[in-house]
């Protein structure tokens, strides 16, 4: 099954729906319904590994985590503005207990709750908070497609509250974070847009407050010399947005990635902070998503690798083949090694076939790690490497370390002398 996956590879063109089951990396089910898919082993490896690194990546860039409700009341979504500007994408309102409640389609309003229950001075802004959590959006069943579109989303999202002064260089610094991110999941291609609010009521009707957010990011993209396009209608309904596109398999542009500046939820949840002065002064609110949800980044990340996954995020990382039943016994000390290095590693022995065939099964896997007669006098292996480099035998200790050092750095390359 693991080799089928890649043998029609002649437009190197792939669909995640299809190639995410024959990996077995996830499944949907009519009884669970649709746009609800589940997570098979190998598939929640790869999400557990993309969500350990961004929380790395958010601490060491000084954000906060925190954990909030799926739950909220009505009038939470009524005070953000979205039951009136989102409330085709929103569940309907459950009663409970006499109350209504709605599953979130945001997290944002949360975040702005949790900022307003506690008083803040200007000395402790910027505030980043950081969440990887769930929302539901109540999505067409003829929209719903893999991973691509779901009722239930794992939200990458943050809010960073700050002062006027400081939006820029937090939204700069949020670029940066979505940049290196890309650079080591191995994204190329990626479009920036810069999404402008459209005619009509969608939008939050506050001119002076669109045109300052809409200066600040321009701004920005200016400044760092990224080429982007402008879009009228495609804005968040609270401010507009930088938008980081990616385009699937069949030519379908989505955005991955984006950066907000909100004038508009600080305002309606009333947020404060003291400032130098002794005086109230009004936060800014930044939203901003390094991968978006982790389903659609998932989804991408499978056609644009065809299911050769960066070392860091494969299921499996290295396969120890021992030529034969001989070399089992040190195949076996070699497996755990890796595995006491911290390696995703697994034996396939040589009653599956022939070394050749257990090769072909294992293309995918980053690293195989050969052990035969010669390598195991000698306590060395020799390395075959998923894109056909095959490196001279040599110590296990140094292969072993090596490809560590690449998946700590969270390295795209196979392999550096």
């Not at 319904?33 to 993309?50: K, N």
């Not at 847009?193 to 957010?213: E, I, T």
Request: contains cysteine.
């Amino acid at each position: 099954m693991r080799s089928s996956a890649l043998d029609n590879e002649e437009t190197h063109v792939y669909d995640h729906r299809k190639l995410g089951r024959e990996l077995g990396l996830f499944d949907t089910d009519p009884l669970i319904g649709s746009g609800l898919p589940y997570w098979l082993p190998d598939g929640a490896i790869v999400r557990h590994s993309l969500e350990e690194y961004i929380r790395t990546a958010e601490r060491a860039a000084g954000y906060q985590h925190v954990y909030s409700p799926v739950l909220g009341k009505r009038e939470l979504y009524e005070i953000s503005g979205h039951w009136a500007h989102y409330n085709d994408d929103m569940y309907p309102p459950m009663d409970i207990g006499g109350e209504q409640m709605v599953l979130r389609p945001s997290l944002c309003p949360h975040h702005a709750v949790m900022y307003r229950s506690r008083s803040h001075s200007y000395r402790e802004l910027p505030l980043r908070m950081a969440e990887i959590g769930a929302m539901y959006r109540s999505e067409l069943s003829g929209v719903l497609g893999g991973l691509t579109r779901v009722r239930a989303i794992q939200l990458n999202d943050a809010h960073i509250f700050c002062t006027l002064d400081q939006v820029a260089d937090e939204v700069a610094a949020a670029l940066a974070l979505i940049g290196s991110a890309y650079r080591a999941m191995g994204i190329t291609g990626a479009r920036y847009r810069l999404s402008l609010p459209g005619a009509g009521k969608k939008y939050a009707q506050a001119p002076d407050m669109w045109q300052r957010a809409t200066e600040i990011l321009r701004r920005v993209l200016d400044r760092s010399g990224t080429p982007y396009d402008a879009v009228e209608g495609e804005a968040a309904f609270y401010g507009p947005k930088i938008d980081i596109q990616v385009t699937d398999h069949a030519g379908r542009e989505s955005t991955l990635s984006t950066v907000q500046v909100d004038f508009h939820q600080p305002e309606r949840f009333d947020l404060h902070y003291i400032g130098p002065d002794g005086a109230e002064h009004r936060p800014i609110m930044v939203h901003r998503s390094i991968i978006g949800s982790v389903e659609r980044a998932v989804a991408h990340l499978v056609e644009h690798h065809g299911g050769a996954f960066p070392a860091w995020l494969a299921p499996v990382q290295a396969v120890v083949l021992p030529v034969s039943g001989a070399q089992q016994p040190d195949a076996d000390q070699l497996l755990g090694r890796c595995q006491g290095a911290g390696l995703r590693a697994r034996v396939d022995h040589s009653e599956a076939g022939s070394l050749g065939a257990r090769v072909r099964e294992n293309r995918l896997v980053p690293y195989q790690l050969i052990v035969g007669e010669a390598e195991a006098l000698s306590g060395e292996v020799a390395v075959r490497l998923r894109d056909g480099r095959r490196l001279p035998a040599r110590s296990s200790d140094d292969v072993i370390a090596r490809i560590r050092a690449l998946l700590e750095a969270h390295d795209t390359r196979l392999w550096i002398d």
